[in-house]
T-cell receptor, first 114, second 113 residues
């Protein structure tokens, strides 16, 4: 079992739907991340939150909207997605100072856009 | 067996042999490096890390070597086991980018029983 919990594990949605991905950690980490991973490719950074504030947005389309309601939770709100957005979405957490330790990943949400 | 990471994304080794997975990183400002193992259907799992003030670090059956001169990182797995079959990623953190981690392309390791 991982220390970062992501729900749901699988999600199928149409292009007009609105859904949310959820991530939770209780390791006291104050940095949280969203990554997108396509098959046979490395994870690609999407967003970084430090102390519950968005610190990095890697030019992600606005149909992806992150939210960090508190230090343990991270959401990714999805709206009007495209078929090419089908991928594994990974959440991670770490100490804010990256030199203090590695990122810890959840097992991801497998997203399919119809 | 040995891979060259970016140029040979697959590596097959016999059970019990040692494996070497290589990674060439791009940013000379990177000062923290991590190796992850990703099994099918799972998220990346931390294996070992190393900081730029070191050139070698050992864990249980794994060793990471860092050559800053040629910007090269390697992961050595001793006595490779079938459970080691997975995709291995290196990740680098440039010291001037805060929390940004950049992943290499990955190497798929298959252990032949």
């Amino acid at each position: 079992d991982t220390e970062v919990t992501q729900t749901p594990k699988h999600l199928v949605m149409g292009m007009t739907n609105k859904k949310s991905l959820k991530c939770e950690q209780h390791m006291g980490h104050r940095a949280m991340y969203w990554y997108k991973q396509k098959a046979k490719k490395p994870p690609e950074l999407m967003f970084v939150y430090s102390y519950e504030k968005l610190s990095i947005n890697e030019s992600v389309p606005s149909r992806f909207s992150p939210e960090c309601p508190n230090s343990s939770l991270l959401n990714l709100h999805l709206h009007a997605l495209q078929p090419e957005d089908s991928a594994l979405y990974l959440c991670a957490s770490s100490q804010v100072d990256p030199g203090l330790g590695p990122q810890h990943f959840g097992d991801g949400t497998r997203l399919s856009i119809l | 067996g040995e891979s060259v990471g970016l140029h040979l994304p697959t590596l097959s080794v016999q059970e019990g042999d040692n494996s070497i997975i290589n990674c060439a990183y791009s940013n000379s400002a990177s000062d923290y490096f991590i190796w992850y193992k990703q099994e099918s259907g799972k998220g990346p799992q931390f294996i070992i890390d190393i900081r730029s003030n070191m050139d070698k670090r050992q864990g249980q059956r794994v060793t990471v070597l860092l050559n800053k001169t040629v910007k090269h990182l390697s992961l050595q797995i001793a006595a490779t086991q079938p459970g080691d079959s997975a995709v291995y990623f290196c990740a680098e953190n440039p010291h001037n980018t805060g929390n940004q981690f950049y992943f290499g392309t990955g190497t798929s390791l298959t252990v032949i029983p």
